[in-house]
């Protein structure tokens, strides 16, 4: 999960200002930004709602982060299945980071020939079982309707992965 000053500085860029242009129109300093951007200082809760406005999110996209939804995109089954799996990971105790992208149509043959559920679930515990019948579940729910956008968000212990499903662009 991202701090406050890491979500500020990512709605920033997204809506395409600099540090000075966002400070100009929050009526701040450059440096004011700055330091919100790096957690050494926070606004003022009576400017939140402004920065919100401004950044045009909520307050809760700032202080927990966008809530991103997947959306429904309607698609042939030929398109669908041009579609890729997206797994970003961030296994903090090791610091060490993995992106993986495979085609829906892996995906689906992992789950018919036991391999996803081999990755997933130790045997010598039963909630690795539960964990892989949700996950696989999900999965397979989203790319069938069309799913198209951040699937699964999971942080834990300080690892953190993200699934989502993308158009193939490539």
Known sequence: MNTIGQNIAELRKKKGLTQEELAEKMCVTAQAVSKWERDASYPDVTALS?????????????????QNVPELKEAAPDAI???????????????????????????????????????????DDEDDEEDYVL?????????????????MNVDANGTQ??????DYEG
Do not use: W, Y
């Open 50 to 66: 402004e920065l919100a406005k401004v950044l045009g999110v909520s307050v809760t996209a700032i202080v927990e982060g966008e």
């Open 161 to 166: 992965v993200r699934i989502s499903v993308e």
């Open 81 to 123: 299945a041009r579609r890729v799996v997206c797994i970003d990971a961030h296994l903090g105790p090791a610091n060490m980071d993995a992106k993986v992208q495979f085609p829906v149509t892996a995906l689906k043959k992992m789950m018919d020939n036991g391999v996803l559920k081999q990755m997933i679930v130790d045997e």
């Open 135 to 151: 996950i696989s579940n999900v999965l397979e729910s989203a790319v069938e309707m069309g799913c198209v956008g951040p699937i």
